[in-house]
Each structure stands twice: as C-alpha cells, then as structure tokens.
C-alpha cells in the first residue's frame, strides 16, 4: 500500500541557511503534496507538484520530483525562525488515490 | 477566509463515554475526510467521505463511526471511548478529484480519555 516517508526525521539548521527534506513513495502517483505543520496545529498545503513536473516552486519553496526512484525533495532557502515546524510529504493513496497518506514527517528547527 | 472548523480544540472524556467530534466546512468542498495523528506515526485516515451520506472507511475505523447528513458537517463518533484513542484528531476538506486537490485542515481537537 502507499507510504509517504520524510528523511531526515529531525533537522537543526541555523537562520539563513536552506533546510533539504527528503520524501519517498512506494506506489506509482500522479501527484504528490507537501505540507507543514506548526506545533500543535492543522496543517497547511504547501505545494503540489504533478507526475509530469519535475521541478516547481513557491517564494522560497523548491519542490523536486523524480518518479523513477519514487522520491522527492521540498528546499526552503534562507530559513527563518518562522520555518520550524513539521514538514509532510503526501502521495495519493487509497484504491482510486482519492486520499493522501502522511508519513511521520520531518521536524525542522531553524535556529536564530 | 475559507476554512475548516473543529468544534473543539482540547477535550477531556471519561473511559466508555461517546464522543463526538464536529467539523464544519464553509468552502463547499465535496470530499471530507478524518485523520489522528499520534507521534511517530504520522497522520492515519480513519474515514473519509466524498458525499453527503457517504462514508468509506479509512485505514483504522474500528472503533468509530462517522455520520455526514450535510454537505458541510462531517461528525466523527467514538462510540464508547477507550484510553488508546486518545490523540489529535485532524478534520480535512478538498474538492472532488482523484488527488488532484489539496486539503484545508482544521486546527485539530487533542481528545484525552481518562
């Protein structure tokens, strides 16, 4: 069945600095989400890129996808303390991929 | 400001209650969906819906019920509360779609069961 799965569990960077979180999937998709959330928060879309996108972004967002090795990446360049939160990947699942499916995230601390 | 309402943010049960947890959407959005998150294991579909009087059952619904008599409201039920269902409890809308369409969250309600 579909798993979304983000590496690194847990990242520390300093203010200024690009934070990579890594995302990967089992099942073939036709689209994949991220999102983020602030503690003890809902979560919020962030970017949705399509199978037949490699490449999107938002402000300081980049989203990659390569569907041949199943993964993709979300960079945020020049953090801010306002980054910290929790980061999701989120690939359809379901029998018609009518739902996503959220994998324990990556908790990012950005660092003043 | 479009958005999804959890009618509670913190809750407190006693063991064998029921419970229900409301969620409200003003986007009239079709598909409706409930998640717990617990740590570790990330967010986990409970039941979803993509119509009034619809329901389909996610990947954990034992132990709950869902009920959607309005395209807006989507009511999660824990039929007799138990200890291990405490969580976070993560109401979610989008547009009809097959994945195609992001979802708006709710702010979540943490229910403990004492």
């Known amino acids: 069945s579909q798993q979304g799965e983000e590496d690194p569990q847990a990242l520390s960077i300093q203010e200024g600095e690009n934070a990579t979180m890594n995302c990967s999937y089992k099942?073939?998709?036709?689209?994949l989400q991220w999102y983020r959330q602030n503690s003890g928060r809902g979560l919020v879309h962030l970017i949705l890129?399509?199978?037949?996108?490699r490449e999107k972004h938002s402000g300081r967002l980049r989203v990659t996808l390569d569907t041949s090795k199943k993964s993709s990446s979300l960079l945020i360049t020049a953090s801010r303390a306002a980054d910290t939160a929790s980061y999701f990947c989120?690939?359809?699942?379901?029998?018609?991929?009518?739902?996503?499916?959220f994998g324990p995230g990556t908790r990012l601390s950005v660092l003043p | 400001d479009v958005k999804v309402t959890q009618s509670s943010r913190y809750l407190v049960k006693r063991t064998g209650e029921k419970v229900f947890l409301e969620c409200v959407q003003d986007?009239?959005?079709?598909?409706m969906f409930w998640y717990r998150q617990d740590p570790g294991l990330g967010l986990r579909l409970i039941y979803f819906?993509?119509?009034?009087?619809?329901?389909e059952k996610g990947d954990i619904p034992e132990g709950y019920s869902v009920s959607r008599e309005k395209k807006e409201r989507f009511s999660l039920i824990l039929e007799s509360a138990s200890t291990n269902q405490t969580s976070m409890y993560l109401c979610?809308?989008?547009?009809?779609?097959?994945?195609?369409?992001?979802?708006?969250f709710g702010s979540g309600t943490r229910l403990t069961v004492v």
């Open positions: 989120a690939p359809p699942g379901g029998e018609y991929g009518q739902n996503f499916v």
């Open positions: 986007m009239d959005h079709e598909n």
């Open positions: 890129i399509r199978s037949n996108e």
């Open positions: 819906s993509y119509d009034v009087k619809m329901k």
């Open positions: 979610a809308s989008s547009l009809k779609g097959q994945g195609g369409y992001g979802y708006t």
């Open positions: 099942t073939s998709i036709n689209n």
